[in-house]
């Protein structure tokens, strides 16, 4: 089996990360017998800036037919007015999850060795958990509208929305998971006494799965909670399950905590294999030192290893998976290298950081 | 004039920790002119438990007849099912919230002399901002419903709701507080690109508003983004406006960054004077240490500063200003007390820290 890969660079440093990725997929693959093919799409803000199109149905249909999708990074400058309103977010990111189906966004919280974590006193033996956000409900499905917009009377809603459908595959995606872990540790992270309503959906839809689980341990955090916890005892956490908002705003903390942008990793991942996954960094495009061979890629090299192991799994590639498990034991082999350095100004060029992980292999 | 205070001890160490706080205000008020009347509430999970009674109607008008009140902390035991679905969150502290119009939760992150951040290199420096939260809007209105409750097809929905009205006098709020402080300098925290509905009535009322306050500085953080900076910079806030949820968020993380729950403080404040301000720790009732004199007091020590603030400034009372302040000082004092210390196990037993503070006064 070969597998079929569509390239989006995106933006800004977006290209350069994710060309460093494929030089370390170049190096890796042949030792695994992994075959690749990869396809390079344009979609992306400058794209759109230059000819007004972002992605349509006839994209994600082509986008489908791939085995999986990696992505560098979408966005243009900041405050571009002809980019408000969240149009290349929801134009390429969401749309891709939605349609694709990319029910669950798999994110890593891991403190590697030789990256500094902002938090004193913690080290890798504390920050090693995994977050499963659900990624197509909630306060992302567009729900919501206006009253009397402009005027004094202004009324604007936005509706979280949960299915049981939903939030139960998710569930159950991630007990599944966190069967796997060393610590069959599960936390259901909400807010279920002030949403009472889409917290109830969560919890009963938890509670009930869990029945099934006997050997997983459960807890139950409030987001403000969790939130405080992150900080200071994240060492509570192994498995964590979550709605798509405040997955993002846990995993931006999970991020901060395990050393930051530079070196977070995520997966959009439909599970039943009907559509490809999508992974990227979690990182911008940061324009400001886009195409001068500064940005670290090592985020991105991380999400192609993600990438690699998940689709494997998914698609039953035991290539892929190997080829994934050895990029993965590479960036580890290569993040202390960073020690005493940031990661976005390591002084390390992108191409050497994936030469870095190629030695490494 | 003559402070009427309503007093609600609420559960577990509730009534120790407002018990030392009236310590103190006993202590301090004479040297400042200060009269002042308390009377006591039984509002509570475990008033709740025995008589069924949570907070009605008529409860809500006998408090409204209050200039202030302090509260301890309501909550029963963490799994109680009796108290399942914020029955008690709910019934109290939201409904005194929505009905005295309490529409800012006020909340200083500051990290004080001798208390430790969980953040590595950071110092009282670069932590010092007060977060202003909408605190009668958003997804904490209580809209939503279930359809298909309890089969395989349920569906959920839990509706954030934003209005001009409400929005633009937190916003307006915000902008007179960034005014009055050193850095003038206030930041939005939303999620505008994807919340485009109730997003956009925030950032447009922010942008207007703004134009009002040309000598005050902005600037616009996604939430995800704003929970980064908050451990990996918080130095870049110094006034924040934020909506009910994500500040509920944001103020947990920013307490966790300030030395943990056991120094925040809050308070919820109808600036109009039209109804008495709320004021609380933002810890919970610890019903594990209750009854021990082991209960730090000095969130609330320092929320009974903020009450006398801010209730002086609001009804025009000088004396009640000067003994927030010299309390709030005196707390100052007191801290360094804690060095190397865990607030939470400081050795200290509850009346001992309220006699620091008077030592302190
Ligand atoms: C860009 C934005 C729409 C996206 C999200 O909110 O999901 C991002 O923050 C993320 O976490 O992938
Ligand atoms: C207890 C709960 C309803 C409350 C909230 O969510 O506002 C608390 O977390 C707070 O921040 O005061």
Redesign the pocket.
């Known amino acids: 089996m070969s597998l079929n890969l569509a390239i989006l660079g995106g933006d800004g440093i977006g290209p350069e990360v994710v060309g460093a990725s494929l030089d370390v997929l170049k190096a890796a693959a042949p030792g695994c017998g992994l075959e690749y093919k990869t396809t390079d799409f344009p979609f992306s803000a400058a794209h759109f800036l230059e000819t007004g199109h972002v992605l349509d149905d006839a994209d994600v249909e082509t986008l489908r037919g791939y085995d999986a999708i990696l992505l560098g990074a979408v ?1 243009g400058l900041p405050n571009d007015p002809r980019l408000a309103g ?1 149009v290349i ?2 134009g390429i ?2 749309k891709l999850r939605f349609e694709l189906d990319q029910y669950i ?1 798999l994110r890593p919280v891991q403190l590697y060795p030789g990256i500094e974590t902002p938090l004193a006193g913690k080290t890798s033996e504390h920050i090693d958990m995994v977050v499963v956000r659900e990624n197509t409900e909630d306060l ?1 499905c567009g729900v919501g509208g206006f009253v009397r917009k402009g005027t004094a009377q202004e009324v604007s809603s936005q509706t979280m929305v949960a299915t049981r459908f939903g939030v139960e595959r998710c569930v159950r995606y991630a007990f599944e998971l966190a069967k796997t872990r060393e610590r069959k540790h599960l936390t259901l992270v909400h807010k279920t006494n002030v949403l009472t309503f889409a917290g109830d959906t969560w919890h009963r839809a938890f509670k009930e799965v869990a029945e099934e689980y006997p050997d997983v341990e459960t807890a139950y955090h409030h987001v403000d909670a969790c939130c405080m916890y992150l900080v200071t005892q994240p060492e509570c956490y192994d498995t964590v399950v979550v709605p ?1 908002m405040f997955g ?1 705003i846990i ?2 903390l999970g991020a901060a905590i395990a050393g930051g942008m530079g070196i977070a990793s ?1 997966g959009n991942l439909n599970p039943s294999g009907a559509a490809p996954g999508m992974f ?1 960094p ?1 990182h911008g495009s940061a324009p400001d030192i886009a195409g001068q061979n500064l940005a670290n890629p090592i985020a991105t090299i991380d999400s192609l290893a993600l990438m690699l192991r998940e689709t494997g799994r998914i698609k039953g590639s035991d290539a892929a998976i190997k080829c994934g498990e050895q990029i993965g034991a590479a960036v580890k082999k290569t993040t202390p290298k960073f020690e005493g350095k940031r990661l976005d100004r390591s002084g390390f060029g992108t191409d050497e950081v994936a030469r870095m992980v190629i030695e490494a292999l």
Do not use: R
Request: glycine residues 14%.
């Open positions: 966005g969240g977010e929801k990111l969401l966004n992302y798509n993002d995993t931006d995520s990227e979690v």
